[in-house]
């Protein structure tokens, strides 16, 4: 089996990167196999985040950033993810 999280974000708050470390952890953990994760920042600022996906990227392996600069709303960043997600298995 292989799995694709795709996670929109527009602005996120401070601290967002442990909560989504966290849940990838467990998420993983429960199907028992990492996934891919796509963060898809939606008008995001990459000074705002930079920090964070430093953070996410030290723990979740083949990380996928997306970014643009305009907010287009959660529909299209989810567009986005899904058309970069692969499904591969990352063991």
Not at 1 to 13: A, D, F, G, I, R
Not at 29 to 34: E, M, N, R, W
Not at 44 to 70: F, N, Q, R
Request: one cysteine or more.
């Amino acid at each position: 089996m292989s799995v694709s999280l795709v996670l929109p974000c527009y602005n996120p708050q401070a601290g967002w990167e442990h909560v989504v470390c966290d849940g990838y952890q467990a998420f993983s953990k429960a199907i028992g196999q990492p996934a891919e994760l796509i963060i898809v920042l939606d008008g995001t600022s990459a000074a705002v985040t930079e920090a964070a996906l430093a953070g996410i990227h030290s723990l979740v392996p083949g990380l996928v950033v997306i970014s643009y600069p305009d907010n287009r709303g959660k529909g299209y960043a989810i567009r986005q993810g899904v058309a970069k997600a692969t499904g591969i298995t990352l063991d």
